[in-house]
Each structure stands twice: as structure tokens, then as C-alpha cells.
T-cell receptor, first 116, second 110 residues
Framework: GAVVSQHPSRVICKSGTSVKIECRSLDFQATTMFWYRQFPKQSLMLMATSNEGSKATYEQGVEKDKFLINHASLTLSTLTVTSAHPEDSSFYIC????????????FGSGTRLTVV | AQKITQTQPGMFVQEKEAVTLDCTYDTSDPSYGLFWYKQPSSGEMIFLIYQGSYDQQNATEGRYSLNFQKARKSANLVISASQLGDSAMYFC???????FGQGTELSVKP
């Protein structure tokens, strides 16, 4: 089956530093990847949609300069949280749609970010 | 814009009984189907079931079934014979950009 590997699973960083989260499709090519953010006991909020080779499309209210998304290849998308602050602490999770095949949406295992 | 609504923040069910989790959608685009996911405390998203918008019959997957009523724009998840391991968050989502509802926290009582 389709697998998306997301790393790191947990990260603690100091306020003001940047953190990069990777999502890699292991056995398929992902034409589109979605990035979500989830606070405890809340829903997954779509942050942005990334397509390989083009700029990401951000949802309203999401700061594109703070949450940098790069989808440089059909198997890798990255989310960089720049100048992180404690309020950026959250659960971040990606989802990928295959270029071909009917796997549907495949999710990474998520990254729990804590900014101290 | 599409909106997915789950009106039950929390639900309790006795082990071995059936439970229905509600989901309604509001969208002008009828082409996308509906998904249900389970999210245990670990955070992983587990795909449960999918209903295509043009499917004539309700989807079923083992103990999971969908009560899909297109006219009412609802796609309720029915879990039969609940198990303790079913305790988790459950999310309904609409295809396309995969927008999620607020979620329902299901607790199964022994």
C-alpha cells in the first residue's frame, strides 16, 4: 500500500529558531500534498496545498512567510516553521495524493512540535 | 466554500452495541465523495470508509457502514458491535482539498 513517511515525529525547539518537517512518499509519486495543523481536541485545519514544481497555495489566515512549503520533487514535500514561537506548538500532519493509482489520500504519521 | 459539520463533540457507547456518528456537508460542488477517518491518541489518521457522491448504494467496510442521504447532504457513520479499541476521535471529510469536520470523540464503555 501507499506509505508517507513524516519526520521528525516529535521536535522541541527554542523560540526564534526554525524547524523543518519532511513528508516523503515511499512507494508512489505524489502530485499533491496537503499540510494540516491540529491543536489538541480540535480538527485538522488545512494550512496549504503543495503541487510539485509550483508554489504552494495557502489557506486564508496562514502566513506563507512563516510556514514555508517546498515540493521540489514528486516524492518529497517540506514544511519549515520559521522563527517559531510557543503559539506555533501544535501537531502538524501531511497528506498526499498519488500521481497515478487509486490509493486516495495517504497521511504521514504527524509531527508534534513544541516551541519553548 | 465547502463546510463539513459534525454536531456531536463526544459520544458514549456500550461495548458490543452500535453507534451512529453524524456528518453533514454543505458544498456547491457535488462531485467529491466523503471520507471517514479514525484518529487514536497516537495521532495517526486511519482511513475507515469512503462514499462516492454518485454511488447508488451505501458504502460498507466490515463493521463500518455509511448512511448516505444525498438530499439531506448527510453521511453518517455507523459502527456496529463496538469494541474498546474503537475509542478515538472520528472525522468526516469531503474530498478535493479534504476539508475536515470538527470531529467526534467516541468512548466505548466496557
Amino acid at each position: 500500500g501507499a506509505v508517507v513517511s513524516q519526520h521528525p515525529s516529535r521536535v522541541i525547539c527554542k523560540s526564534g529558531t526554525s524547524v523543518k518537517i519532511e513528508c516523503r512518499s515511499l512507494d508512489f509519486q505524489a502530485t499533491t500534498m496537503f499540510w494540516y495543523r491540529q491543536f489538541p481536541k480540535q480538527s485538522l485545519m488545512l494550512m496549504a496545498t503543495s503541487n510539485e514544481g509550483s508554489k504552494a497555495t495557502y489557506e486564508q489566515g496562514v502566513e506563507k512567510d512563516k510556514f514555508l512549503i517546498n515540493h521540489a520533487s514528486l516524492t518529497l514535500s517540506t514544511l519549515t516553521v520559521t522563527s517559531a514561537h510557543p503559539e506555533d506548538s501544535s501537531f502538524y500532519i501531511c497528506s498526499a495524493i498519488p500521481l497515478i493509482g487509486d490509493y486516495g489520500y495517504t497521511f504521514g504519521s504527524g509531527t508534534r512540535l513544541t516551541v519553548v | 466554500a465547502q463546510k463539513i459539520t459534525q454536531t456531536q463533540p463526544g459520544m458514549f457507547v456500550q461495548e458490543k452495541e452500535a453507534v451512529t456518528l453524524d456528518c453533514t456537508y454543505d458544498t456547491s460542488d457535488p462531485s467529491y465523495g466523503l471520507f471517514w477517518y479514525k484518529q487514536p491518541s497516537s495521532g495517526e489518521m486511519i482511513f475507515l470508509i469512503y462514499q462516492g457522491s454518485y454511488d447508488q448504494q451505501n458504502a460498507t467496510e466490515g463493521r463500518y457502514s455509511l448512511n448516505f442521504q444525498k438530499a439531506r447532504k448527510s453521511a453518517n457513520l455507523v459502527i456496529s458491535a463496538s469494541q474498546l479499541g474503537d475509542s478515538a476521535m472520528y472525522f468526516c471529510a469531503r474530498g478535493g482539498k479534504l476539508i475536515f469536520g470538527q470531529g467526534t470523540e467516541l468512548s466505548v464503555k466496557p
